[in-house]
């Protein structure tokens, strides 16, 4: 709410210090989030699902995750739509071969419902964009990708959407920022977007354990998003923010001096920087 009410105050004119304070106060309430769950686990006071350490799936499925996550989004697309592409799933291991039989799933430690989060939200949105897409339409089926590498565990989600301009791929992980229309808060239906939230909250959840998320988009064709995980628990330690005086200089709100001539761009920065 009140990152909308400064969107409508300001427009697109935001101080990079309120995307930087965001991302670390998320960060902590994620972190203190996981640390409440787990105590409530593990003394009792809350059950303890098979297989789990506290909230943390010692042997998650990850195909698993991601075809529940698709068949959520398919739902709230076609409630809002009335109609709704295929989601397509392809799953490879270490080996480059293709997963088929259950017992060949790719399994990992790490917070279901982390992952959820993450993966519907890339979907959602791939979904949203072909189905607004009139070249793509609902008939154009959402790709995923779920691949385990040596070190990684990657899911690619790749749609025929239309794709993003390069000059608005930098605004995606702002706060303030969405595709979408503005949402109707006063509606009894849920917005499918519109609030700004989802693509970065969706990356701190990936970097929360040393991961990540990437967009690459081709404007006039489709967006490729990848999740980026850790494939061992050890390389996948917490990655919380410090406060210091490197975090401090952070919040100087200070006028901005353009370093860089963009040709006919009233812009302080070119598109890749």
Same mark, same amino acid.
């Given at each position: ?148 590498? %040596?070190? !990684? #565990?990657?899911?690619? &989600?790749?749609?025929?959407? *239309? ?5 608005? /791929?930098?605004? +995606? ?8 229309? %503005?949402? !109707? #808060?006063?509606?009894? &239906?849920?917005?499918?977007? *519109? ?5 970065? /909250?969706?990356? +701190? ?69």
């Amino acid at each position: 709410m009140g990152i909308l009410a400064l969107k409508k105050e300001n427009g697109d004119r935001f101080d990079p210090a309120i995307n930087y304070f965001l991302d670390r106060f998320y960060t902590s309430r994620i972190a203190i989030r996981v640390l409440i769950s787990n105590h409530l686990v593990l003394f009792g006071l809350e059950h303890e699902a098979p297989g789990h350490l506290g909230v943390i799936d010692t042997a998650l499925d990850v195909h698993d995750i991601v075809d529940e996550a698709a068949s959520t989004a398919r739902y709230l697309c076609t409630h809002h739509y009335g109609d709704c592409p295929p989601v397509l799933i392809s799953t490879f291991n270490q080996r480059g071969e293709t997963v088929q039989a259950p017992g060949d799933s790719i399994n990992m430690v790490y917070i279901a419902s982390h992952l959820h989060h993450m993966v519907f939200e890339l979907i959602k949105n791939a979904l949203r964009a072909s189905v607004e897409n009139p070249v793509a339409g609902p008939d154009t089926p959402v790709q995923i990708l779920i691949v385990q590498g %040596e070190r !990684d #565990i990657s899911i690619k &989600v790749s749609d025929r959407g *239309g794709g993003i301009p390069m000059r608005l /791929l930098n605004h +995606l992980f702002d706060y303030h920022y969405s595709t979408a229309p %503005e949402p !109707d #808060i006063n509606s009894r &239906v849920p917005p499918l977007a *519109g609030f700004g939230y989802g693509l970065p /909250l969706s990356r +701190l959840y990936a970097r929360y354990l040393n991961g990540n998320i990437r967009l690459m988009s081709m404007e006039g064709y489709g967006t490729d998003a990848v999740i980026y995980l850790q494939n061992f628990s050890e390389d996948a330690g917490e990655v919380l923010p410090l406060f210091n005086k490197t975090s401090q200089a952070k919040y100087q709100i200070g006028t901005m001096v353009q370093d860089w001539n963009v040709a006919g761009v009233n812009n302080t920065r070119p598109v890749w920087s």
